[in-house]
């Protein structure tokens, strides 16, 4: 069974530049999720999806990041304009949705550098 | 808000020694994820505890959960050198998927 896939791998913009990254989740999984990882923290919940309605954008800096999951398979994530402190990993994760025991998988990320 | 704090930060061992990692979790859980995180890789889940008691072991590793104490373990016995890596743990509720993941645990096993 294929993982997460997620592209690209490495990303160096400048501030104030755009950039989107690009999610595929494991086949069958509705719910996926998009974190953001900053260097020696845990994983911070960004947005989730089940199918393609968001179920929690909470900690989505709304000004400048959008997500999207058209089709509710494949999902982007964009940040313009990007700023410094945006230069983190950011993990795709997905799973069932069944609600039983919910164990997400998780992408290898994309691991972004804002000059 | 859910706060979720793991103790030690940093954890460095010899090889052949015990050692136990610690999570404690602000508001009421009824399950709780460990994930391993190796150096510029990404996460891949331990285990998952759904109950009070709940005691899980693999390897090396063992996770036990109290949800009345709002705490969960993980421990290492006899450490080798491949269980170098950062471990988190996140709380999480039944119908809810979002998770809440602790600030690491960076254990270093010295040879």
């Known amino acids: 069974e294929a993982g997460v896939a997620q592209s690209p791998r490495y990303k160096i913009i400048e501030k104030r530049q755009s950039v989107a990254f690009w999610c595929n989740p494991i086949s069958g999984h509705a719910t996926l999720y998009w974190y953001q990882q900053i260097l020696g923290q845990g994983p911070k919940l960004l947005i989730q999806f089940q199918n393609n309605g968001v179920v929690d954008d909470s900690q989505l800096p709304k000004d400048r990041f959008s997500a999207e999951r058209l089709k509710g398979v494949d999902s982007t994530l964009k940040i313009q304009p990007a700023k410094l402190e945006d230069s983190a990993v950011y993990l795709c994760?997905?799973?069932?949705?069944?609600?039983?025991?919910?164990?997400?998988?998780f992408g290898p990320g994309t691991r972004l550098l804002v000059l | 808000e859910l706060k979720v704090e793991q103790n030690p930060l940093f954890l460095s061992m010899q090889e052949g020694k015990n050692y136990t990692i610690y999570c404690n979790y602000s508001?009421?859980?009824?399950?709780l994820y460990w994930y391993r995180q190796d150096p510029g890789k990404s996460l891949e889940s331990l285990f998952v505890?759904?109950?009070?008691?709940a005691v899980k072991q693999e390897g090396r590793l063992m996770a036990s959960l109290d949800t009345k104490a709002r705490l969960s373990t993980l421990h290492i016995t006899a450490a080798v050198h491949d269980l170098s890596a950062t471990y988190f743990c996140a709380p999480g509720n039944f119908g809810n998927e979002k998770l809440t993941f602790g600030t690491g645990t960076r254990l270093t096993i010295i040879p």
């Open positions: 508001t009421t859980s009824d399950r």
């Open positions: 994760a997905s799973s069932l949705g069944d609600r039983d025991v919910e164990t997400q998988y």
């Open positions: 505890l759904l109950s009070n008691g």
